[in-house]
């Protein structure tokens, strides 16, 4: 069914194909939403599926209207697949997150977190001490001069 594969990071995805000729079953996958613009895809969403045999599976997405919106048309809907079979969510979603990361898709923004670091910068009262004695010191040279 899929000739085309695209390498997106360290994967290679199937396809991609136009969204309106995918069809089901779909098991254990990540899926990027491409928009095409001329020779060019940009992936404005990507996602994962447990299990599916719904016809509806894209077009019932919440994101759905988002995708719509950036691509222009569901005739500029694209979909690339990067099937995991022996995956579990964890692993899938560790990939999606990869993904959104480095290509920050438009309609995933509610799911790109601001990485914040696992610790709190606190002044200690000994650091305090020594600014306040740097600014005497300081200006009593000022006064010296």
Same mark, same amino acid.
């Given at each position: 069914? #899929? %000739?085309?594969?695209?390498?997106? *990071?360290? #994967?290679?995805? *199937?396809?991609? &194909?136009?969204? %309106? ?5 779909? /098991?254990?996958?990540?899926?990027? &939403?491409?928009?095409? $613009?001329? +020779? =060019? ?6 996602? +994962?599926?447990?299990?599916? !045999?719904? $016809? ?11 995708? *719509? ?12 697949? *990067? ?10 979603? $560790?990939?999606?997150?990869?993904? &959104?990361?480095? #290509? =920050?898709? @438009?309609? $995933?923004? !509610?799911? &790109? @977190?601001?990485?914040?670091? !696992? #610790?709190?910068?606190?002044? %200690?009262?000994?650091?305090?001490? +020594? %600014?306040?004695?740097? /600014?005497? !010191? ?8």
């Amino acid at each position: 069914m #899929y %000739s085309l594969s695209i390498q997106i *990071l360290q #994967y290679e995805f *199937l396809g991609p &194909i136009p969204i %309106s000729e995918w069809g089901p079953p779909m /098991e254990k996958l990540v899926y990027l &939403i491409l928009s095409r $613009n001329k +020779d =060019k895809f940009d992936i404005i969403y990507a996602g +994962d599926c447990q299990k599916t !045999d719904d $016809n509806s599976f894209f077009t019932s997405n919440k994101k759905f209207q988002c995708w *719509l919106k950036q691509s222009g048309s569901e005739q500029s809907l694209y979909l690339a697949i *990067l099937p995991m079979f022996e995956s579990s969510d964890e692993k899938r979603r $560790n990939v999606i997150q990869k993904i &959104i990361s480095q #290509y =920050k898709p @438009h309609c $995933n923004s !509610d799911d &790109i @977190h601001e990485s914040k670091p !696992d #610790y709190v910068v606190r002044a %200690s009262e000994e650091s305090e001490k +020594d %600014s306040e004695e740097s /600014e005497k !010191d300081s200006e009593e040279s000022d006064k010296d001069e």
